[in-house]
């Protein structure tokens, strides 16, 4: 294979999983799991909305996770199905796109998480606090706040992929348009996007993961 610049690694191709005998088993599991979540986030979105009697901070925030949810699955799995019964499919840019969707969906419902774990901790230690610090205009701030921070880090990840140089014809033995494995297939040194891979990905985590710890 000759290499290509970062141009040219449009011609890298995701080859599936469609010579797999299991791959219909594969495709009726994923596909059922899809239509269960998806509809099961639609009944709690729908229950929200038509009861005022949940219209508090922490159904907000369930609200905002159940949409993540469907937005995370639908990023993943439709394309999914897709590419396993595909061969030898040019997916640069789809893929580069669905990532970058993945990454904001992914690290948004960690945060919404967090969100809701600590609203719950104010509301058993500060009962009677709890209306004065967790207000409507807090929670969207909150909420808006993940959201900006977790679009630019996620641009940023994109932005480094599209530097990386590629050989034309790189085939990717996967159905599904993960990070790890492009890394795996770059030509050439992927050092710079790999350390911001680990810090972005040890602070995406840590800050989370201390929120729930902590309450």
């Known amino acids: 294979?000759?290499?290509?610049?970062?141009?040219?690694?449009?011609?890298?191709?995701?080859?599936?999983?469609?010579?797999?005998?299991?791959?219909?088993?594969?495709?009726?599991?994923?596909?059922?799991?899809?239509?269960?979540?998806?509809?099961?986030?639609?009944?709690?979105?729908?229950?929200?909305?038509?009861?005022?009697?949940?219209?508090?901070?922490?159904?907000?925030?369930?609200?905002?996770?159940?949409?993540?949810?469907?937005?995370?699955?639908?990023?993943?799995?439709?394309?999914?199905?897709?590419?396993?019964?595909?061969?030898?499919?040019?997916?640069?840019?789809?893929?580069?796109?669905?990532?970058?969707?993945?990454?904001?969906?992914?690290?948004?419902?960690?945060?919404?998480?967090?969100?809701?774990?600590?609203?719950g901790f104010v509301a058993f230690c500060h009962p009677l606090y709890y209306m004065v610090i967790v207000n409507p205009h807090l929670c969207c701030l909150l909420v808006l706040i993940c959201w900006f921070i977790i679009f630019w880090v996620a641009l940023i990840h994109i932005l480094l992929l599209r530097w990386l140089t590629f050989c034309i014809g790189t085939e990717i033995p996967h159905f599904f348009c993960e990070l790890a494995q492009i890394l795996k297939v770059a030509c050439f040194d992927t050092l710079i996007k790999n350390i911001f891979l680990f810090v972005a990905t040890a602070l995406l985590c840590v800050f989370p993961l201390t929120g729930i710890i902590f309450s």
């Open 1 to 119: 294979m000759g290499a290509g610049n970062h141009m040219g690694a449009s011609q890298f191709l995701l080859l599936g999983l469609s010579d797999n005998p299991e791959v219909q088993l594969l495709f009726g599991v994923l596909l059922s799991t899809y239509l269960i979540t998806v509809l099961k986030n639609l009944l709690i979105i729908l229950a929200i909305s038509s009861d005022s009697h949940l219209h508090t901070p922490m159904y907000f925030f369930l609200t905002n996770l159940s949409f993540v949810d469907i937005s995370f699955i639908s990023t993943t799995v439709p394309k999914t199905l897709v590419n396993i019964q595909a061969q030898g499919k040019d997916i640069y840019i789809g893929c580069l796109t669905q990532l970058y969707f993945l990454m904001i969906f992914a690290a948004t419902d960690g945060f919404l998480l967090t969100l809701m774990v600590c609203e």
